[in-house]
């Protein structure tokens, strides 16, 4: 390592700079993946978990490994970052324009597309770290190059928010750091003017269409794309506003506005054509809400809903809201959300939005969405109304509503064509719902479980499928990690690090929507939590404070529907301060393996935690469940040693490895 420092600091700055680019690198990966994979937070999962399970494996290898070449692995560094952000960009290239990506497919994708970098990036710390007189140092340093790179990574979305020009950008320390050699620079440099030339191409491959603008906002990647005179606006790839929608749009603001005599101020959010049909009701003035910027037209204000606080009550909100198959869209259709609507309503107000559903014959899936919706607005409101033409259109109130309302104005679709084919016997077929449906909340989103059921019926893959492949994932974990009481405690911590920060990400989207520009600030928290707790000495009964960590953060989180973000970040330093601090304190266990199988632990519970723990249970189930994980673990090491005293290898077989100090595991 010449090439790289004269001295015994070399190996602490590989490790610093090799913690800067692979975060910011990861956050370019989930940004890339929210308009890859439609803004579908499920896959959120899929995308850290992978990540962590190739970096557990290059750690486990590379704390074994004798012989190694730095040169070559820095450049298979730089140039697996560039292909492998091309290869996620060009995966949309293989399926038919519109079709959604399954389960496996997305599983094979991002492997193949993140797993050389992060084999390379857990390389280097497993091989670093076999000199265990500075493995403490380098989990340090790895820990501070991550909080580097968010910053970098946060400063430069500011500036010049393109995921290529930041991989670029990213790559520079890497380049400076090799540039005593030319030859290792030149191929670095080269990685580089490729991230920046092939940005043009490569960022057209996830749309359909050819694209005529792509930008970067606060919620997703947005892009414009304009055919034949019509103009669609793409959030993270999904339809957010088009001129094409024009008798959609006109149901969902006529039918509502026929409800009342007197509408006469109406409050909008997201408008996706909504204010140009309120411009046939002169007496009605019309505030429009837009949460990203890129997004708002002259006449919107830019803020959240939930903050939202007028001067006067509304006598209709007209939500343009779409069909909540993520955890933004599902924020909307909450408990606490449709509480929030009706407390900016007047007495007889009413709130409504519509949903792009089947128009004749509504599919499983459907009719789960349909109940749950109507079961959560039936707690909040007295009346609930469904209108079935084209699509769906919610009202709710505690007014009475009207099924076949008088039009106020002339229609081009309303009149003509849509309400004339909404018989009785769709009208009682859309309203005819089950005697107890659940809820849907924050904590809870079930409203979410009915995305992913949607999600496997478009890609016509059961539910069974789906769990296997994630029975899979939990499998190879498991096989990995080594079977000794210390492992168990630091694998246990991963999962549970792994489980809690999803579960925080999710619970941060649902409250903001803000998760794509907002993901390195709350990576950033998590490994400054990690880096600080490196310097603990000692960390005594550890698993029983992790777990009540988990227990008490998440449920202060859920108490409130809206928490300050400071919360958010806050919370997910603490979370990595106390696993930081674990994981430094068990000395007598080789670093690198010890590194893997955290990582193992975390692929587990991130692989868990979005797809099936937080939809299918809650936040505050989960939380419990984590606390008794580790409770048990706990629980193993004091028998442990209670029994085995000093060696672990007289317990039944079931724990091998080296001999350690029996105070060790009872924590003194």
Not at 81 to 109: D, K, N
Not at 135 to 152: M, S
Not at 368 to 373: A, D, R, S, Y
Not at 582 to 594: A, D, I, M, Y
């Amino acid at each position: 390592m010449q090439f790289i420092s004269r001295n015994n600091r070399g190996p602490h700055t590989i490790i610093f700079v090799t913690g800067l680019c692979s975060i910011g690198v990861q956050c370019v990966f989930v940004r890339e993946s929210l308009a890859v994979f439609t803004g579908n937070e499920l896959v959120l999962g899929f995308v850290l978990s992978t990540w962590l399970l190739c970096s557990g494996i290059g750690s486990l290898i590379g704390s074994k490994s004798l012989r190694w070449d730095p040169a070559v692995l820095f450049c298979l560094y730089a140039w697996s970052a560039i292909a492998g952000m091309v290869i996620l960009r060009g995966a949309r290239l293989l399926f038919e324009p519109g079709e959604v990506i399954s389960p496996l497919a997305s599983l094979g994708i991002l492997s193949l597309c993140q797993g050389p970098f992060a084999f390379v990036n857990g390389y280097f710390f497993g091989r670093l770290s076999q000199e265990r007189e500075r493995a403490r140092h380098l989990y340090r340093y790895e820990n501070t190059g991550n909080i580097a790179g968010a910053l970098l990574v946060y400063a430069v979305v500011l500036l010049l928010p393109n995921n290529a020009l930041l991989v670029g950008v990213l790559l520079i320390p890497l380049l400076l750091l090799t540039k005593k050699n030319p030859r290792i620079s030149g191929i670095i440099a080269a990685a580089l003017l490729v991230a920046v030339m092939t940005d043009s191409v490569s960022s057209q491959w996830k749309y359909a269409m050819p694209v005529e603008k792509i930008s970067y906002g606060r919620e997703g990647e947005v892009a414009r794309i304009v055919e034949q005179g019509d103009t669609t606006w793409l959030l993270n790839n999904t339809v957010y506003r088009s001129s094409m929608d024009e008798a959609f749009i006109e149901q969902a603001v006529h039918i509502p506005m026929a409800q009342r005599e007197n509408v006469r101020k109406v409050l909008v959010i997201f408008d996706k054509g909504h204010a140009k049909e309120l411009r046939e009701y002169p007496k009605a003035s019309v505030d429009i809400l837009e949460t990203e910027k890129l997004l708002a037209g002259k006449e919107s204000r830019i803020t959240s809903p939930e903050s939202y606080s007028p001067d006067k009550k509304y006598d209709l909100i007209v939500m343009g809201t779409g069909l909540p198959e993520t955890m933004r869209e599902s924020r909307f259709y909450t408990l606490s959300f449709f509480g929030r609507m009706k407390s900016l309503l007047s007495d007889s107000g009413v709130v409504s939005f519509s949903l792009d559903l089947s128009r004749n014959y509504l599919n499983r899936p459907e009719q789960e969405l349909v109940h749950v919706t109507h079961s959560t607005l039936s707690t909040v409101f007295d009346e609930v109304l469904i209108f079935p033409g084209e699509g769906y259109t919610f009202m709710a109130s505690d007014f009475p509503l009207h099924e076949k309302p008088l039009l106020k104005v002339r229609t081009d679709f309303v009149g003509p064509y849509i309400m004339p084919s909404v018989t009785k016997e769709r009208f009682a077929e859309a309203n005819s719902l089950p005697e107890k449906s659940a809820v849907s909340t924050v904590s809870k989103p079930v409203i979410l479980v009915v995305g992913l059921h949607r999600w496997l019926k478009m890609i016509e893959t059961p539910l069974w499928i789906f769990l296997v492949i994630l029975g899979i994932i939990v499998a190879t974990g498991i096989i990995f990690l080594p079977k000794r009481p210390s492992m168990l405690s630091v694998g246990t911590s991963g999962f549970a690090a792994g489980t809690y920060s999803i579960a925080l990400m999710l619970l941060y989207q649902a409250g903001y929507g803000a998760l794509y520009s907002r993901i390195s600030l709350l990576l950033l928290s998590l490994t400054l939590g990690f880096a600080l707790g490196s310097f603990v000495r000692t960390f005594p009964v550890s698993d029983i404070a992790i777990g009540l960590y988990v227990i008490v953060s998440l449920y202060v989180l859920t108490a409130v529907p809206l928490q300050s973000q400071g919360l958010f970040f806050l919370f997910h330093t603490g979370m990595g301060f106390i696993c930081g601090a674990q994981f430094v304190t068990r000395k007598n266990t080789e670093t690198g393996l010890l590194y893997a199988v955290d990582l193992f632990g975390g692929v587990i519970g991130m692989a868990l935690s979005s797809t099936v723990l937080v939809p299918m249970f809650g936040v505050m189930n989960v939380a419990l469940s984590l606390g008794g994980v580790k409770a048990v673990a706990w629980g193993i090491t004091q028998l442990t040693a209670c029994f085995c005293g000093s060696d672990e290898e007289h317990c039944g077989g079931y724990f091998s490895g080296k001999q350690h100090d029996r105070n060790y595991y009872i924590g003194k």
